[in-house]
T-cell receptor, first 110, second 115 residues
Framework: LAKTTQPISMDSYEGQEVNITCSHN???????ITWYQQFPSQGPRFIIQ???TKVTNEVASLFIPADRKSSTLSLPRVSLSDTAVYYC???????????FGAGTRLTVKP | KAGVTQTPRYLIKTRGQQVTLSCSPI?????VSWYQQTPGQGLQFLFE???????NKGNFPGRFSGRQFSNSRSEMNVSTLELGDSALYLC??????????????FGSGTQLSVL
């Protein structure tokens, strides 16, 4: 099973680009990588999902190298409202398991 | 469209009791999954249902069970509560049949405290 590891916390300033990396060394062939954002007293909210290479949507980009042993969530030009906890999820239904990382607490400062 | 609704929002129980939590998915969503969130263990997958059938189950003891009704609403039950069951229980729904590519929509959770 792919164990997911991500930094506990990160600080940034408004307007900067933030990159959060998740390590998943034992990722299996059929596993997908998804990132979620969670604010206090709310459930996680979907940000982006990918399998390999690069995926971009209106709020973020996801970079996945060829060996897929890690993934990097990129948030362009963060604002104060991006202060939240970000979770990396490796979903492996072949093994009946969905493995969340411990979450990265991002603090954006003015 | 209304989001995922979980009831109750807060719950206090004592050891040995049992508890039932409820989840109403987004209209049209047919898959429902449950998660336990604690400061120590983080987010952990409990189980997933589609068309009233449990499709996947995480690594939790048999005290944790669930079911899904024909209208896709779901309940989870925890019997013989232990102090360690204190957690935020999150429900998520998705449009498809479940699986690794599903985009999950989470409710705000039920905060369970076991005394």
């Amino acid at each position: 099973l792919a164990k997911t590891t991500q930094p506990i916390s990160m600080d940034s300033y408004e307007g900067q680009e933030v990159n959060i990396t998740c390590s998943h060394n034992n990722i299996a062939t059929n596993d997908y990588i998804t990132w979620y954002q969670q604010f206090p007293s709310q459930g996680p909210r979907f940000i982006i999902q990918g399998y390999k290479t690069k995926v971009t949507n209106e709020v973020a980009s996801l970079f996945i190298p060829a060996d897929r042993k890690s993934s990097t969530l990129s948030l362009p030009r963060v604002s104060l409202s991006d202060t939240a906890v970000y979770y990396c999820l490796v979903a492996s239904y072949n093994n009946n398991d969905m493995r969340f990382g411990a979450g990265t607490r991002l603090t954006v400062k003015p | 469209k209304a989001g995922v609704t979980q009831t109750p929002r807060y719950l206090i129980k004592t050891r040995g009791q049992q508890v039932t939590l409820s989840c109403s998915p987004i209209s049209g969503h047919r898959s429902v999954s449950w998660y336990q969130q604690t400061p120590g263990q983080g987010l952990q997958f409990l189980f997933e249902y589609f068309s009233e059938t449990q499709r996947n189950k995480g690594n939790f003891p048999g005290r944790f069970s669930g079911r899904q009704f024909s209208n896709s609403r779901s309940e989870m039950n925890v019997s013989t509560l232990e102090l360690g069951d204190s957690a935020l229980y999150l429900c998520a729904s998705s449009q498809g049949q479940g699986g690794v590519k599903e985009k999950l929509f989470f409710g705000s959770g039920t905060q369970l405290s076991v005394l």
